[in-house]
């Protein structure tokens, strides 16, 4: 027997609600491992704790047709970031912080090889640079296609945009990213 969809788990958590740690164990790693790139490891934690706190409590809303709850997820960590950017008026100070932490550090050293690479290629100062000066929706955009691996209709189920901005945000980010990358090159 297959294992159940994330839609299956959340619609057995509204009769039990233990059933939600399911989706907690699916899916935290890879909401927190966005957060730590967004907004650095020390309050990535409590940023992945506080998406897990949401989508419980909204739960009942979850739209059981979509059976992969991730993008739902990515959209709370998303808005978190800008809550969080917003109140505390960090995002040039959490970017600068990102240069010697780019590798979250978590228990479960087990990572998917696209983050992993996602990650690595981080490293580069000069990359970081580029994405440093990006616009914070491109930003986002790109790093829930990096990342999160999200198609683009997951991306705009979890930003909440129209897969046409989606798209255009993405080719924005890559272009952006493609010419400061190569102005970097040339300095």
Do not use: C, K
């Amino acid at each position: 027997m297959p294992d159940p969809t994330d839609a299956d788990v959340i619609a057995a958590s509204w009769r039990d609600p233990r059933r939600f740690e399911d989706i907690f164990a699916r899916h935290y790693r890879s909401i927190y491992r966005y957060l730590a790139l967004r907004v650095g490891p020390d309050e990535a934690g409590d940023l992945a704790s506080e998406v897990f706190i949401r989508a419980f409590t909204r739960r009942r809303r979850y739209r059981l047709d979509h059976a992969n709850a991730l993008p739902w997820l990515f959209g709370f960590a998303a808005n978190l970031v800008r809550e969080h950017r917003r109140g505390h008026g960090r995002r040039a100070r959490a970017h600068a912080r990102l240069a010697g932490r780019l590798r979250p550090s978590i228990d479960d050293h087990e990572a998917e090889d696209a983050t992993e690479r996602a990650a690595a290629a981080l490293e580069s100062p000069a990359l970081q640079r580029a994405l440093a000066a990006l616009p914070e929706p491109e930003l986002s955009t790109l790093l829930l296609a990096a990342l999160g691996d999200l198609t683009y209709r997951e991306i705009a189920e979890a930003t909440g945009v129209p897969i046409g901005t989606v798209r255009s945000r993405l080719a924005r980010a890559r272009r952006r990213a493609r010419e400061l990358l190569e102005l970097d090159r040339t300095r």
